[in-house]
């Protein structure tokens, strides 16, 4: 398993080239870590994503992919937007899941970005089991060949428990 960071913390305030948005696909902001991001960034980060909506993206971003803007206000140089499947008990959209990190890193990777700062997508309003998405996050991630740092910033301390204990179980 690679080096990967855990931290519990707000993903708005992280001095990394790259924080990822759990957004939705409309990218015109939302809640929970989406709203804090826009919220934190300001303006240009709705401005760049409506500017994304108005050319290249006009029907949203689909689940599983991810795109980049500024990051505004926020100390990091970019926000790499992506978009989580909602979960479903009778639909296994694991694959989904898995692609937003790995669309995430190889965005970040065409960027330049040494580092990249992800929350646990899909694990908040979306309704992902926490410890499926702790390890499909982890595994997503070790098995990018995106060679910069990798952090998690996980808003409560429930969830960077189930993330060590399921980084503890993988290694």
Same mark, same amino acid.
């Given at each position: 398993?690679?080096?990967?960071?855990? !931290?519990?913390?707000? @993903?708005?305030?992280?001095?990394?080239?790259?924080?990822?948005?759990?957004?939705?696909?409309?990218?015109?902001?939302?809640?929970?870590?989406?709203?804090? @991001?826009?919220?934190?960034?300001? /303006?240009? @980060?709705?401005?760049?994503? =409506?500017?994304?909506?108005?050319?290249? !993206?006009?029907?949203? !971003?689909?689940?599983?992919?991810? &795109?980049?803007?500024?990051?505004? =206000?926020?100390?990091?140089?970019?926000?790499?937007?992506?978009?989580?499947?909602?979960? +479903? /008990?009778?639909?296994?959209?694991?694959?989904?899941?898995? #692609?937003? $990190? =790995?669309?995430?890193?190889?965005?970040?990777?065409?960027?330049?970005?040494?580092?990249?700062?992800?929350?646990?997508? +899909?694990?908040? &309003? $979306?309704?992902?089991?926490?410890?499926? %998405?702790?390890? @499909?996050?982890?595994?997503?991630?070790? %098995?990018? /060949? $995106?060679?910069?740092?990798? #952090?998690?910033?996980?808003? #409560?301390?429930?969830?960077? =428990?189930?993330?060590?204990?399921?980084?503890?179980?993988?290694?």
């Amino acid at each position: 398993m690679r080096d990967i960071t855990l !931290l519990q913390g707000d @993903i708005t305030t992280m001095a990394v080239d790259a924080v990822v948005n759990a957004a939705n696909s409309s990218l015109l902001g939302g809640g929970g870590v989406d709203g804090a @991001i826009h919220r934190a960034g300001g /303006p240009a @980060i709705l401005e760049a994503c =409506r500017a994304l909506r108005a050319t290249t !993206l006009p029907d949203g !971003l689909p689940a599983g992919d991810a &795109v980049a803007t500024t990051a505004g =206000r926020m100390p990091a140089r970019w926000v790499i937007h992506t978009v989580g499947p909602v979960w +479903s /008990p009778r639909d296994d959209r694991s694959a989904v899941l898995a #692609s937003a $990190y =790995r669309r995430s890193l190889e965005v970040a990777a065409e960027l330049g970005a040494a580092s990249v700062a992800f929350p646990a997508v +899909s694990a908040g &309003v $979306y309704g992902w089991p926490h410890e499926s %998405a702790a390890e @499909i996050a982890l595994e997503s991630v070790d %098995a990018s /060949p $995106y060679e910069g740092a990798v #952090s998690f910033v996980l808003f #409560s301390d429930a969830m960077l =428990r189930v993330f060590e204990a399921t980084l503890d179980r993988l290694r």
